[in-house]
Nanobody
Framework: QVQLVESGGGLVQAGGSLRLSCAAS????????MGWFRQAPGKEREFVAVISWGGSRTNYADSVKDRFTISRDNAKKMVYLQMNSLKPEDTAVYYC??????????????????WGQGTQVTVSS
């Protein structure tokens, strides 16, 4: 397992941008795909984006495609989520996560067992 700590959340106006960061420690970071998920009040946790262990492959939820970009730096054990053109419906607590299995490219939050504490993103209209 890896330990994860997110940062970079905050309050932003609609149309603005934020960059979330996730610092990892422990485990073999470069062998895990990494995901970002979010959970709004009263809603289930949902997939946002995933990046493969080497960084060459990504996948996004339709709701964030072309607005959000996931990236990673294995040397620094960091994962990032650049969020542009933010909308009020993007308001949620954002979590980075690592899956249970190494070398698996997964989008289902049930397949992830290492989670950060979350960082709040609030987009005002």
């Amino acid at each position: 397992q890896v330990q994860l700590v997110e940062s970079g959340g905050g309050l932003v106006q609609a149309g603005g941008s934020l960059r979330l960061s996730c610092a990892a420690s422990g485990g073999t970071f470069s062998t895990y795909a990494m995901g970002w998920f979010r959970q709004a009040p009263g809603k289930e946790r949902e997939f946002v984006a995933v990046i493969s262990w080497g960084g060459s492959r990504t996948n996004y939820a339709d709701s964030v495609k072309d607005r959000f970009t996931i990236s990673r730096d294995n040397a620094k054990k960091m994962v990032y989520l650049q969020m542009n053109s933010l909308k009020p419906e993007d308001t949620a607590v954002y979590y980075c996560a690592a899956p249970t299995a190494r070398f698996r490219f997964l989008s289902d939050h049930k397949e992830y067992d290492s989670w950060g504490q979350g960082t709040q993103v609030t987009v005002s209209s």
